[in-house]
């Protein structure tokens, strides 16, 4: 089955600097990689994704990249402000029938 | 609100206890998903159904069980509950099928087992 590793763990950044947070899977055949915010007490929240058929994606501070041929994609967040602070968690899966198998999330503190 | 509807939100239950938690997902989706997130833990699969029918299968406990019913809703059984069975437990919709689509969370159920 799939294998999402996620790296860092935790991240502390100054507000107004940028994170990334990178992520591999081991399933050539995923071709879908959504990324979940989860704030305390709260679901995790769909963010951004991308598919298989494209490099980059950007939503105003937030895009996400993916490289098939090694395996990896990464979240990067510009500007960041005090509430980017959460948990962040990478996920892949190869179709809809599948399994969205997740990282182990990366906890993202953003100082003031 | 991401349309995804988990009840109930605390659950409070003693060991050897049974309860199951009730997942009603977004309009049209026809795939449930069912996570356990324990404390600094990741979410961990537990187990999928796509349209009535078990499609994956996690790290779920033979004292768990799932269902998916004709109107979509899901229901996740955990009986002889153990102390470490406190966690929360998320259910997520999508639209299912060949294609990917977005899958949304509810807020989840806190169980707790004292």
């Known amino acids: 089955g799939e294998n999402v590793e996620q790296h860092p763990s935790t991240l502390s950044v100054q507000e107004g600097d940028s994170a990334v947070i990178k992520c591999t899977y081991s399933?050539?055949?995923?071709?879908?990689f959504p990324w979940y915010k989860q704030e305390l007490g709260k679901g995790p929240q769909l963010i951004i994704d991308?598919?298989?058929?494209?490099g980059e994606k950007k939503d105003q501070r937030i895009a996400v990249t993916l490289n098939k041929t090694a395996k990896h994609f990464s979240l990067h967040i510009t500007e960041t402000q005090p509430e980017d602070s959460a948990v962040y968690f990478c996920a892949a899966t190869a179709s809809g029938y599948s399994t969205l198998t997740f990282g182990k999330g990366t906890m993202l503190l953003v100082s003031p | 609100d991401s349309g995804v509807t988990q009840t109930p939100k605390h659950l409070i239950t003693a060991t050897g206890q049974r309860v199951t938690l009730r997942c009603s997902p977004r309009s049209g989706d026809l795939s449930v998903y069912w996570y356990q997130q324990s404390l600094d833990q990741g979410l961990q699969f537990l187990i999928q159904?796509?349209?009535?029918?078990?499609?994956a299968k996690g790290n779920i406990l033979e004292r768990f069980s799932a269902q998916q019913f004709p109107d979509l809703h899901s229901e996740l059984n955990l009986s002889s509950l153990e102390l470490g069975d406190s966690a929360l437990y998320f259910c997520?919709?999508?639209?299912?099928?060949?294609?990917?689509?977005?899958?949304?969370f509810g807020q989840g159920t806190r169980l707790t087992v004292v």
């Open positions: 399933d050539s055949a995923s071709n879908y």
């Open positions: 159904y796509y349209n009535g029918e078990e499609r």
């Open positions: 997520a919709s999508s639209l299912g099928g060949s294609k990917n689509t977005e899958a949304f």
């Open positions: 991308i598919r298989s058929n494209v």
